[in-house]
């Protein structure tokens, strides 16, 4: 999957929504969790916002990676970016986060995150 964006970047092309998401979780599948950082903050670099290449979608796989790594700085630290480029957290987001808190011990914050999602209007599965 990773060869695939290379190939379209060679091709003057950019990657669809959908297209990142599935080398994102390729990643998270394969463990490698410093790539998904790396193409998420690629997106972000470009102007993904601007171009509709971000979505909580690429977050939440990004943030599912280092999750199975047991990275919850980085699962932390990628919610806060979701929430600055000005996307909403879904059930996804929060789950990603709060089993990363867990798994890193930090169960202040897993019920912190818990109370929070519990708290959003509309927040549905």
């Known amino acids: 999957p990773l060869a695939l964006l290379s190939d379209l970047a060679a091709l003057g092309l ?6 990142q998401v599935a080398v994102t979780s390729a990643c ?3 463990r490698q969790w410093r790539k998904a950082l790396d ?9 993904g916002a601007r ?5 909580c979608a690429a977050f939440n796989a990004a943030m599912s ?9 980085w699962s932390l630290k990628l919610l806060s970016e979701l929430r600055e480029s000005m ?3 879904d059930s996804i987001t929060f789950s990603a986060a709060v089993t990363a808190c867990g798994q890193g011990r ?3 914050l897993a019920l912190q995150l818990l109370d929070e999602a519990l708290s959003l209007p509309g927040l549905q599965s």
Do not use: F, Y
């Open 14 to 19: 950019r990657a669809s929504v959908i297209t």
């Open 28 to 30: 998270e599948n394969g």
């Open 39 to 47: 193409l998420l903050a690629a997106a972000v670099h470009d102007g």
């Open 51 to 55: 171009q509709g290449l971000l979505s």
């Open 65 to 73: 990676a280092c999750e199975k790594a047991m990275q919850w700085e």
């Open 87 to 89: 996307l909403r957290p």
């Open 106 to 108: 930090r169960w202040e």
